[in-house]
């Protein structure tokens, strides 16, 4: 029974429309009893030809993807419709039976003989269908009862949480065996899914073994079920717990008031995410450091302000357990900061969205553990390392918004100052200053340099640029350095061409031609460093104008080089390109081109032979076609894991298909 009942070829439009146009002729003679009669029948072919065989379809492939409540619904639906018609019944039992369910297939079946049209075509499915799950019922062998109780948690381990919702009610033994793999409940995740009523129903037995929690709902019945469930330790090693927008949304002051009486009790947990997209968030920031007493870990996300929750004129204890906090909101200032710092000194961690830049005074005066700072950034940022408070106090890494809104100097330079000698991985974009500013900031900074930095990425605007690079010209362990809009490369190269251990060094928007010769020397001087210790391994230009083939050739000469990346180069040229690949030898194990429209076949093909490269990256290449891809791949020393093509657009689906025949993992975009 495991196919359609109903064929799309049944669904027919000549005879609708054919009714449809005597529909219209009996409305413009104004025939009323024609009119019921074409419409009574239109109706009735609808439901027949097209409606019943669209849901038919529709169950199928639900069945056919393990989504059992809408593949039985559509079923449902057929019945509803059209209760003396055989199909609904026959999709129903061969849904039932598809998931094991034999006897209720066999009830559907009956159901279907007892009420349907005797001369229905689909009665001879429901006869088959009747007898093929009686045959299954009585023979039926329980898979999880019969394996060993090793195996049978293995395959439990496998299941959705929906799936083990559905688990819990097969049988007994499905039961036993689905409460008792304690690994299955360690994270659950709570929906708004039907089967989630089961799993409500079930953590009185299961709660014990769940340890991360996430409640994803509007449904607030089973959210304030889960939260009795909390106050009633049903979850003791629960240590994470995380509330979605769309589960607040729906929290009023009486659910708010539940919910914080309950994580009081909850004495395990140490991480708390939850996220308010309510205008005004009902439980405040104060509401959760004053219940939750023992968090290590918290996110909290408002779309309101958090001046809205008074959480900087409202007294709460001290919270001595967080490390790593970060926030969300419209409008975080040096009010809120302050607060949170002199109410969690032993913060770690603190990451912000929304901040404005006045928040770097209270961090400055109050946040003498921090470690990890994150100002309006994107970037993932790593958490404190637990248990180690003997370490230095200092920050190590700080990292502002990405070019959209520069942090102005006069408010990050003392931060920055204060921490340069502990600080790891810098990441800012600090605003322009004058050149007077630039003279009093070395006045005020006469001894400022990094002393244990290791990556540095910044926007060189005017003045910056040169007081940045001071800091660094020293600096004996700094390996990553990342410039966007550089505005002057010769000062850049004099400041870091005896840099010791520089292995990235990534410069974008590099509008200006002149002075990019400088290159040609800090890459020569690499190429002397690489003949006898570790050199420059990682090359990134992306918008670089003035990148010649005298600075690719440079390049090339640097024996440590492993990776080239190259963005939207306009000096270069494709024989300059080819040049490059033919002079680096075996030692490149990734290059990636992105738009650049003198990339041609024979580029591409170059690459072939390059016996060390083991991931290739296209992006943007409009003069790339299948001959290069296919001569690149059939090359005898082409060795590569992995390839990358997108917005190519004269690669064809056909090339991308024999790429995936010749590469193990192959990406096409």
């Known amino acids: 029974m495991n196919n359609i009942t109903l064929s799309p070829n049944h669904i027919k439009l000549e005879p609708i429309q054919q009714l449809l146009d005597q529909l219209s002729k009996a409305l413009k003679t104004r025939d009323y009893r024609q009119i019921v009669s074409d419409a009574t029948a239109a109706i009735d072919l609808v439901l027949q030809s097209q409606l019943l065989t669209l849901f038919d379809i529709r169950s199928y492939a639900f069945a056919k993807q393990g989504h059992f409540d809408s593949a039985f619904a559509d079923a449902q639906q057929m019945i509803d419709y059209a209760p003396k018609q055989a199909a609904g019944y026959a999709r129903k039992a061969c849904v039932l039976s598809m998931y094991g369910h034999h006897k209720k297939a066999i009830s559907a079946c009956k159901d279907g003989l007892q009420y349907a049209k005797t001369d229905d075509k689909c009665i001879k499915r429901l006869r088959e269908g009747k007898d093929s799950a009686t045959v299954m019922s009585d023979m039926r062998l329980d898979f999880i009862a019969q394996l060993p109780l090793e195996l049978a948690h293995e395959v439990i381990l496998q299941f959705s949480t929906e799936a083990k919702a559905v688990g819990l009610t097969v049988s007994s033994m499905w039961r036993k065996r689905i409460i008792e793999c304690t690994d299955a409940w360690n994270t659950v995740e709570v929906n708004g899914k039907q089967e989630q009523v089961q799993l409500v129903n ?27 469930h909390i106050k009633s330790e049903r979850f003791p ?28 009790a909850c004495m395990t947990l140490t991480k708390l995410v939850v996220s308010f997209s309510k205008s005004e968030s009902i439980i405040t920031l104060a509401d959760v450091l004053t219940t939750c007493v023992n968090l290590t870990e918290l996110s909290y996300t408002t779309t309101s302000t958090l001046s809205g929750t008074n959480d900087a004129s409202t007294t709460v204890n001290r919270h001595d357990a967080l490390r790593s906090l970060k926030l969300k909101s419209n409008a975080i200032s040096d009010g809120h900061i302050k607060a949170v710092l002199q109410q969690c000194p032993q913060l770690r961690r603190l990451v912000m969205l929304g901040a404005n830049p006045s928040v770097f005074n209270p961090i400055i005066k109050y946040g003498e553990k921090l470690q990890i700072l994150g100002y309006n950034s994107r970037s993932s940022l790593p958490y404190p390392i637990q248990g180690d408070d003997t370490q230095e106090h200092g920050l190590r890494i700080v990292c502002t918004n990405d070019g959209t809104t520069a942090v102005p100097a006069s408010l990050i330079l003392p931060l920055l100052y204060k921490h340069r000698k502990t600080l790891e991985t810098v990441f800012v974009d600090i605003s322009s200053i004058l050149e007077t500013d630039l003279q009093r900031f070395y006045t005020t900074y006469p001894d400022f340099k990094f002393e ?59 509008k200006s031609t002149a002075n990019c010769s400088s290159l040609v020397s800090l890459f020569s001087a ?34 440590t080089l492993q990776r080239a990346i190259f963005y939207a180069l306009k000096g270069t040229k494709a024989k300059g390109l080819r040049e490059f690949f033919r002079n680096t030898g075996d030692q490149l194990k990734e290059v990636k081109l992105a738009e650049m429209d003198f990339v041609t076949d024979n580029v591409v093909a170059d690459l072939g032979n390059l016996r060390s490269v083991k991931y290739v990256e296209l992006n943007g290449l409009p003069k790339v076609t299948d001959e290069g891809i296919r001569s690149m791949l059939d090359k005898e020393s082409c060795n590569m894991d992995k390839l990358t093509i997108s917005a190519c657009t004269l690669v064809t689906f056909e090339c991308i298909q024999y790429a995936r025949k010749k590469v193990k993992t192959v990406v096409a975009k």
């Open 202 to 228: 079930a953590i009185p037995y299961v709660g014990r073994h769940i340890e991360h929690l996430t409640i994803n709902t509007a449904d607030n019945t089973i959210c304030l079920a889960y939260f009795k």
């Open 237 to 264: 090693k629960i240590r994470s717990l995380k509330l979605s927008a769309l589960t607040t949304k729906e929290f009023d002051p009486a659910a708010a008031r539940t919910s914080m009486s309950s994580l009081q």
């Open 452 to 510: 244990k930095l290791t990556t540095l990425t910044f926007w060189p605007f005017k003045g910056i640029q040169q007081f940045m690079l001071r800091t660094i010209k020293d600096t004996v362990g700094l390996r990553y350095l990342s410039m966007v809009n550089v505005s002057n490369l010769e000062y850049v190269v004099d400041a870091i061409i005896h840099l010791p251990a520089l292995t990235t060094l990534r410069l974008s928007h590099v």
């Open 526 to 559: 690499h190429a002397m460093r690489s003949e006898s210790q570790k050199s420059l391994e990682t090359i990134k230009f992306r918008h670089c104008d003035g990148i010649t083939d005298a600075v690719l050739f440079s390049l090339a000469s640097i024996k």
